[in-house]
């Protein structure tokens, strides 16, 4: 199983970002996937998460700027970033909790590469 972030860049403060992760491999079903990042110097947090039914949470620090949604069918999640903030920059990791095969009836929780997005004027 793979994770395969996509997006970032660096972007001035007040634009926009997309960023996308798809889940790749042995893959039987997916339960919750989210979207963390670690600024420099800082401990990575949480930013959303998202179930396979579509109910998300939210960090404070992003409420009304950032929507997380997925693709079941592809195995996708994405994170549109609105009204970025210079606070806002940091390397964003997808992750996603995956059952291989049918046999197994565990999840595992799997890491994308992460993808730096800069906000800077």
């Known amino acids: 199983v793979q994770l395969q972030a996509f997006g970032g860049g660096l972007v001035q403060p007040g634009g926009f970002l997309s960023v996308s992760c798809a889940a790749s491999g042995s893959i039987f079903g997916i339960n919750d996937m989210s979207w963390h990042r670690q600024a420099p110097g800082k401990q990575r947090e949480l930013v959303a998460r998202?179930?396979?039914?579509?109910?998300?949470n939210y960090a404070d620090s992003v409420k009304g700027r950032f929507t997380i949604s997925r693709d079941n069918a592809k195995n996708v999640v994405y994170l549109q970033m609105n009204r970025l903030k210079p606070e806002d920059t940091a390397v964003y990791y997808c992750?996603?909790?995956?059952?291989?095969?049918?046999?197994?009836?565990?999840?595992?929780?799997?890491w994308g590469q992460g993808t730096l997005v800069t906000v800077s004027s």
């Open positions: 998202i179930t396979s039914g579509g109910s998300t």
């Open positions: 992750n996603a909790e995956i059952r291989p095969d049918y046999y197994s009836p565990r999840y595992y929780a799997y």
